[in-house]
Nanobody
Framework: QVQLVESGGGLVQAGGSLTLSCAASELTFRNYHVGWYRQSPGKEREFVARLNRHNSNPFYADSVKGRFTISRDNAKNTVNLQMNGLTPEDTANYLC???????????WGQGTQVTVSS
């Protein structure tokens, strides 16, 4: 079955950096657009960044533009999110998403928690 497994979260001080990684299995990764979302308790899931299957045209939420960078490695079936200049407002559970370019299939990981202390 398809699995997306996130890693790399943790506790970091404001101004610090983290790199999140999402490993995909049991899917033809190059046929999926990928993205990162985040969710805090009591809040709706929020878009963070996305990247098409060709590893081009990254698109970011205004709140993270200039601080976060999304990238993917189709050979390794992974998508990363480099996060710099973290603020307490970035505290959330970060989830990886893969969306097929061929069908309506979409998949989510369980998420990795990022906590930024002030």
């Amino acid at each position: 079955q398809v699995q997306l497994v996130e890693s790399g979260g943790g506790l970091v001080q404001a101004g610090g950096s983290l790199t999140l990684s999402c490993a995909a299995s049991e899917l033809t990764f190059r046929n999926y657009h990928v993205g990162w979302y985040r969710q805090s308790p009591g809040k709706e899931r929020e878009f963070v960044a996305r990247l098409n299957r060709h590893n081009s045209n990254p698109f970011y939420a205004d709140s993270v533009k200039g601080r976060f960078t999304i990238s993917r490695d189709n050979a390794k079936n992974t998508v990363n999110l480099q996060m710099n200049g973290l603020t307490p407002e970035d505290t959330a559970n970060y989830l990886c998403n893969a969306r097929s370019i061929l069908t309506a299939d979409g998949y989510w990981g369980q998420g990795t928690q990022v906590t930024v202390s002030s």
